[in-house]
């Protein structure tokens, strides 16, 4: 295959067996220069770890734990200073968790209870929000609070939290500097919060999208400058539902919602957008917007079949450009360099099968190999 957005299909699991896949986190965790893809969930409770063989060509799959049902947000972060990344999730139930690597190997991973009494931590985030160089923790839950901890001195030991937020309607949560005073701020489909201190000590809510458009509040959004304009954009999606829209959103006036550019319609059809990142997928330098469908009903496999794909921009507007075309739907999937060859790949899961898909109504975990010019 050959071309600007050229990519194979290769499956990584084809029946996992479990249900619910969320909890995605990707970094290097054994340190061997090449990143690993985590995901767990329900079904009795499991997390694994997805590691690729460079010399035997294919992926290895550890096993995080079996002790729990991880929710949907992970973070990867070094909270304890080793030098060697933990992963924190929250549960399918009321916890939030702190898991640590063992001293060999990816296998068999402890884990810790810092916090009780969620309800539902959805998104889970890890930056530095006081400037100390140690990562704060960021949880939302679902049609809840938003919160940000600080981790113990003594990690394992419980955490002290702080409410940002009451009640947010929906979910969709991510972090960069939008007020340019050099501190990281929360953003969320329901308004960005503004670090204001640049230590986490006082928060200030703005608007973000506007009223008009009715966005749902169940949300994916990521930060970057998409039109090379040099101002920080967030780009939007609806996730759970169909039809479904991505947005791009500018700010344009201090204290009033963003200026919103729809690039994608309801006309178009497209089901539940739960994947997002902006990233330079071709190596050109400009980054494009990378998106996907879901299954788990949001398509059927018959007359809504899933699809991958990136938006380019082209002068002033957007070209789509199809990545994958078959019958497989993904949920949280991630760019990165999986294989280490310096071209960025795609690694997705799903949340549910449906019945009709390309894996005969089976499970699955799908990677896109990126084979363009």
Not at 351 to 362: I, L, P, Y
Request: hydrophobic residues 40%; contains cysteine; aromatic residues 8%.
């Amino acid at each position: 295959m050959s071309g600007r957005f050229a990519f194979e299909h290769a499956f990584v699991e084809t029946d996992g067996g479990y249900d619910g896949w969320g909890a995605v986190a990707v970094a290097d965790f054994d340190g061997d220069g090449r990143p690993e893809f985590a995901t767990g969930g329900k079904g009795g409770g499991f997390y694994h770890l997805y590691d690729y063989d460079v010399k035997a060509r294919t992926w290895i799959r550890h096993v995080i734990t079996n002790d729990f049902g991880p929710n949907v947000g992970a973070a990867a972060t070094d909270l304890d200073g080793d030098g060697r990344l933990e992963l924190v999730c929250g549960e399918w139930g009321d916890r939030l968790m702190w898991l640590v690597q063992p001293e060999s190997g990816l296998d068999n991973w402890s884990w810790h209870v810092v916090d009780t009494g969620l309800d539902d931590p959805h998104d889970v985030l890890a930056a530095d929000l006081n400037g100390d160089g140690r990562d704060e923790i960021i949880v939302r839950e679902k049609d809840g609070q938003l919160m940000v901890f600080q981790v113990h001195d003594r990690p394992q030991d419980p955490w002290h939290q702080t409410i940002v937020a009451e009640s947010l309607s929906g979910d969709g949560t991510a972090v960069a500097d939008l007020s340019g005073n050099g501190a990281i701020d929360i953003v969320t489909n329901m308004g960005w919060f503004e670090n204001v201190n640049g230590d986490g000590s006082k928060w200030v809510e703005h608007p973000l999208v506007p009223d008009s458009l009715n966005w749902h509040p169940e949300s994916r959004l990521v930060v970057g400058d998409v039109d090379g304009d040099g101002d920080l954009d967030v780009v939007i999606t609806e996730s759970e539902i169909g039809p479904a829209r991505l947005a791009i959103l500018r700010q344009r006036k201090a204290g009033e919602p963003w200026d919103a550019e729809v690039v994608l319609d309801t006309d178009l059809d497209l089901r539940a957008l739960h994947s997002l990142q902006i990233i330079d997928l071709d190596g050109d330098g400009q980054p494009e917007i990378f998106t996907a469908e879901m299954e788990n009903g949001k398509t059927d496999g018959v007359d809504a079949k899933p699809s991958w794909w990136c938006l380019a921009r082209e002068d002033d507007s957007w070209s789509s450009h199809v990545l994958l075309d078959a019958n497989l739907g993904t949920h949280s999937a991630v760019v990165a360099d999986y294989d280490g060859d310096g071209r960025l790949d795609i690694v997705g899961k799903l949340w549910r099968a449906n019945k009709v898909n390309g894996n005969d109504g089976r499970l699955h975990v799908d990677c896109l190999w990126n084979c363009g010019i």
